[in-house]
């Protein structure tokens, strides 16, 4: 987890100063509510419905999608004309443009790989730090975020690569990785199979039927997307003033509906107000919910890994697994420093 807020920090784009005060705001963000441990409340300000903390899905609602409404308004967005259609383009990826890539798919895909073995992370996590990765590694980074294709390629591949990474603990040790593989772990309950290293001895048709359905669910999903992306491109002829009241109103039902409560539509509303503020003035929004995503997680393994050590920091340092994260994290921190002042060097472009 430190990890991962170090390459959104590091590798994000833009100012890392910026980055990492969006990833400490989204740290603060995520460990209100009931602390892991004690079960004590932390800046609720005796508000029992922040105790749940704030949920996920209103907050990602409110920061990329209200936000984006309240800045179109504020920027007053201009008419669509009827007649102004976008171009559309070859539905097919050549093997050229596959090829000139094949070092932003790779890096997603072990991104999504890894971190989608995490338990709990999910796949927002890695296809926001794959397209960050692919921003600053891109010789045009401006591009990102109007049609690049290494923008498109490297978010879906993190994101496909976690379906196959989150069920490395679900299947082998009964823990899910993600919202989904919680599911499929209830579905194994009701019909009697047990996840854990004997399932693949004595239940190996069924794993391996997983692994069949995983290899051809991919088959529809290309059919369907270059059936539809031609009908979908049309959206961009709706006007704004029918397309945002629409957006703005499915924004409110969407949070709504989370845990049918008000009290996340006022979260959504607060971080779509938030989020355009810091939009505005130009810090990155991804940091922040990656910090929001892994602040809770992190601070309860900390504190649980120091409490069964006695309060000792060298249970980090224990396995190999956490020596090779740490020579990451300081190799990582050591090359943006040597990149930072060699920059600076006089005779050089800053």
């Known amino acids: 987890m430190l990890f991962a807020l170090l390459v959104i920090v590091l590798f994000g784009g833009g100012s890392r100063l910026d980055a990492l005060i969006m990833v400490l705001v989204g740290v603060c963000a995520g460990i209100v509510g009931l602390d892991p441990i004690s079960g004590t409340p932390r800046f609720t300000f005796n508000s029992f419905a922040m105790e749940s903390g704030f949920q996920l899905i209103p907050v990602l609602i409110g920061l990329f ?33 596959m090829w000139r890539m ?44 109007k049609g690049a294709a290494e923008g498109i390629a490297a978010p ?28 499929i772990l209830g579905a194994f309950m009701l019909h009697g199979l047990a996840p854990g290293p004997f399932l693949f001895e004595k239940n190996g048709l069924e794993v391996y039927a997983i692994f069949e359905a995983l290899l051809f669910s991919s088959i529809p999903t290309v059919i369907l997307g270059l059936l539809l992306f031609r009908a979908a491109i049309h959206v961009t002829r709706i006007q704004p003033r029918h397309l945002l009241p629409a957006i703005a109103i499915l924004a409110l039902f969407g949070a709504f509906s989370v845990n ?52 000792k920091f060298a249970i980090f340092a224990d396995s190999p697994i956490t020596l090779i994260l740490l020579v990451l994290i300081v190799m990582s921190i050591t090359t943006s420093v040597f990149v930072y002042f060699r920059s600076k060097r006089p005779g050089r472009d800053g």
């Open 102 to 145: 094949r070092l932003t798919l790779l890096y997603s895909s072990m991104i999504g790989t890894f971190v989608g073995i995490l338990p709990g992370i999910g796949s927002t996590v890695p296809a926001f730090m794959s397209y960050s990765l692919a921003r600053s590694r891109s010789k045009e980074p401006e591009t990102f975020g």
């Open 260 to 311: 049918n409560n008000l009290f996340d539509v006022w979260v959504m509303l607060g971080a779509g107000f938030f989020g355009f503020l810091f939009r505005r003035s130009g810090f990155p929004l991804p940091p922040l919910l990656i910090g929001l995503i892994l602040g809770h997680p992190f601070e309860q393994s900390v504190r649980q890994a120091l409490l069964t050590s006695g309060g």
């Open 65 to 97: 999608a209200m936000s984006e409404v309240f800045l179109q308004v504020f920027n007053r967005a201009p008419e669509v004309r009827a007649d102004v259609m976008p171009e559309l383009r070859s539905s097919h990826v050549s093997v050229a443009e």
């Open 156 to 183: 879906e591949a993190a994101n496909n690569a976690v379906t196959g990474g989150a069920l490395v603990p679900t299947l082998a040790l009964g823990i899910p990785g993600d919202a989904v593989t919680a599911v």
